[in-house]
Structures are given as C-alpha cells and as structure tokens.
C-alpha cells in the first residue's frame, strides 16, 4: 500500500477524524487531505509525529515494511539525531556530498543542509536515502538503533544482547568524551558544533 492508503487505514482503525488528527499532530486539516489523495507528502517531523501517535514505524507508515512496531526503545541518550545519522552514513560510503546530491538528483547545497538540520527531507527523499545506504528509514531518522530491520534481524536472534553493538560503540572513550561534553549544551551551541564538523567535512571533500 501507498503512504496515502496506510495513512487512511491507520486514521479508520483509531476512528479519528482528518480534523482531529491534525490538531494532535500540529498541522491544518488540508495538509491530512492532501497528504490521503498523495497532493503532498509530509515533512520529517509530520512523520515521525504520524508513526508515534499511531504506534508504528515510520518504515511501515511509507510502505517499506509488514512490521508495524515502533522502533524507538532505546535511551533517547543513545540515539543519534538524523543530521548526525545521515553524515555518518554518507561518510562510511565514501561518499562526498556532491556525490550523494548527485545520486539523489540533488544539490550539494542541499545535502549540506540536511546534515546541518537547515532543511529536513521529505518522504521520498528518506526513502531514497534509506536505499542508498542500506537502512531503514526508522534508522535514518535517529528513532532506532536497529540499521536494517530484515537484515540485522538474524544477527540479533543469534546474539545473546541484542545492544552488543551499541555497547561496543558507547565504549569508544573519544564517544564517552564527545557525550559527556555536549549533552548539557544547548540546542543552538550543538547547532554551531555541527556547523564546525561540516567545514572540517568540506575541507576533507
């Protein structure tokens, strides 16, 4: 099913209606008729408010997944944020950020400014991402730790802690470090900290 065909579903199976669901989500009742007869498609944030208030993965809000469980359970001090997140993949693909705006059909600019939290990309374009680097979207937006649902599924029913992985990344002491320094800041010093690691990122492209 389409995102329109699931959105409608989710919104019939709560017994919502367009109006009320765009009060509890902080959007117009045209934007829930637009995005039911695929006019538009909604933002990050509309997305993740969506699957949070229906209880399901923003993997299975757009289709990509029969799994309807929402994947946020971790600490939210371990998740990353999707600025984050989607410069660390791009930078373990080897990708600049031409190149990744060159396979998206996109500008560099645009790229810049997803990593740099000045944009936020929309339903297609996480889609689209989330086949570049091999991952969920759920994983993409910071809201999982799990990088592919189908894929790392196995792993973890062979494994007897299912977080090893987190644990063996938290362990890094340069991590320990960085988290330790930043997670009393405010949003807008961690804003100019991400702006710093882009121009260190430009240098090295």
Not at 83 to 92: A, H, M, Q
């Amino acid at each position: 099913m389409s995102f329109a065909d699931i959105l409608k579903k989710q919104r019939s199976i709560k017994k919502i209606s367009q109006r009320n669901l765009a009060e509890m989500i902080g959007v117009s009742q045209q934007t829930i008729g637009s995005w039911e007869t695929e006019r538009t498609e909604p933002d990050q944030v509309s997305l993740n408010k969506l699957a949070d208030f229906f209880s399901i993965s923003t993997d299975y809000l757009l289709g990509r997944t029969e799994d309807k469980s929402n994947a946020q359970t971790l600490d939210s001090d371990i998740i990353q944020l999707p600025t984050i997140r989607i410069k660390s993949l791009r930078i373990e693909k080897g990708l600049s950020q031409e190149e990744l705006g060159s396979l998206l059909n996109i500008q560099k600019s645009a790229i810049s400014k997803y990593e740099r939290g000045a944009l936020e990309p929309g339903k297609s374009m996480l889609i689209k991402m989330s086949s570049i680097f091999n991952c969920s979207v759920d994983y993409l937006l910071g809201l999982s730790s799990v990088r592919n649902e189908n894929n790392d599924q196995r792993s973890i029913d062979n494994d007897k802690d299912p977080l090893n992985f987190t644990t063996q990344f938290i362990k890094r002491k340069s991590i320990q470090l960085l988290f330790n320094r930043v997670k009393s800041l405010s949003d807008s010093d961690i804003e100019k900290i991400i702006k710093f690691i882009d121009i260190i990122e430009d240098k090295a492209n």
